[in-house]
């Protein structure tokens, strides 16, 4: 009996030690994104806070592009 107790509790510890060091979605997935219009984005928020309203960014505004860039490329 206590053979058996101390196999499953072995085998459950290499079990989910397994588990844990696969990551999954507990993992943290962060990126840095350098294209988001973080000036706009701050407005927004603080107009709307003083209106009263709250905002839940879907698509975050980007950066406009560099227009003399593009036109230097042909």
């Known amino acids: 009996m206590k053979r058996s107790i101390v196999l499953f509790v072995a085998g459950m510890s290499l079990a989910l030690g397994g588990c844990a060091s696969m990551g999954g979605t507990q993992q943290a997935n962060y990126e840095v994104r350098t294209d988001v219009d973080m000036g706009k984005v701050i407005a927004v928020n ?7 309203a709250r905002i839940m960014w879907i ?3 980007q950066k ?3 227009l003399d860039s593009a036109s230097s490329v042909n």
Do not use: H
Request: charged content about 25%; aromatic content about 8%.
């Open 46 to 52: 603080q107009w709307a806070e003083t209106k009263g």
């Open 59 to 61: 698509n975050l505004p």
């Open 64 to 66: 406009p592009k560099n």
